[in-house]
Structures are given as C-alpha cells and as structure tokens.
C-alpha cells in the first residue's frame, strides 16, 4: 500500500489536538470549524467526528453531495520569528453512518477525509517553504 502521508506528518498529526475542517454548502457557502480528528494513516486518511455531529452543518454539506474539503492543522512555534508548522489536506470526504467513534462520547457519525492534495510547511525536516504534492488524482 503507497503511504499518503510520510513520516513526519503523521507524527505531527498524532501530537496534535484539534483541525478546521471547511466544507461547501450545495449552493456554495464555504464553513470553516475547528474539529477533533484522528489519523489512520493505515488507510491515508483523516476521520473527523464530534458529540452531534450527523446533524452538524458540515456533515450535511457532505452527505449532500459538496464533498470537496479542505482540513488544515497549524501552530505557531515561534512568537518572536513568526515561525508556523502545519498541514493542508485537500480532498474529498465521505459521510459515514454507525460507526464506532474514535473518542469517548462522540456520535456514532463521521466524515472520512481522502487527500488529494497535501501541502506542509516546517513539518518535514530538511525542506524550507511550502512543499506541495498530489497523493492521488481527483476522482471524475
């Protein structure tokens, strides 16, 4: 199976707590949320769930058919030298339905995130700036 994600990033992802996850509406109103998450990097995928999230605003917008999103983990590092670390993740999500959450207390609902697209900045050691690949085609 290809990785999706190397080394570095899923290390970075685990150590993390919390993502914004923006999706579309059908008619084209961009939402932007903080969200828990959980990498199964097996997979090469982002599961983001929440307490309710089958009635969420996000959910929805996927289940209805907008499931272009973009997921983004930052952090600042460096006050003094406006140093930032983090990842995009964009792709496509998929709706899911009864299934077993990731965190104690969540909804039995979850979006599965399937990149496409990652660009990482300060994640990767030895590479400076943005560094952008394509994980995998979008569908047609």
């Known amino acids: 199976m290809r990785m999706v994600f190397t080394d570095a990033e899923v290390a970075y992802l685990r150590e993390q707590p919390i993502g914004r996850l923006a999706t579309v ?6 939402q932007n949320n903080p969200v828990s998450f959980h990498l199964d990097a097996e ?3 982002i599961d983001i769930g929440g307490h309710s999230m089958g009635v969420s605003k ?3 917008n996927v289940e209805r058919g907008s499931n272009r999103v973009a997921f983004v983990v930052d952090e600042l590092i460096s006050v003094e030298r406006q140093q930032v670390r983090g990842i ?3 792709g496509v999500a998929e709706a899911m339905r009864d299934q077993i959450p990731y965190l104690p207390g969540l909804s ?3 979006l599965r995130v399937h ?4 660009f ?3 994640v990767n050691p030895g ?4 560094q952008r690949r394509v994980v995998a085609e979008p569908p047609a």
């Not at 990149?115 to 990652?118: A, C, G």
């Not at 590479?127 to 943005?130: I, L, N, Q």
């Open 25 to 30: 509406s059908p008619d084209g109103i961009v």
């Open 43 to 45: 997979l090469g995928v």
């Open 58 to 60: 996000k959910f929805r």
């Open 88 to 90: 995009e993740i964009r």
């Open 108 to 110: 039995g609902e979850l």
């Open 115 to 118: 990149p496409r697209l990652i």
């Open 120 to 122: 990482s900045w300060s």
């Open 127 to 130: 590479t400076d700036g943005v």
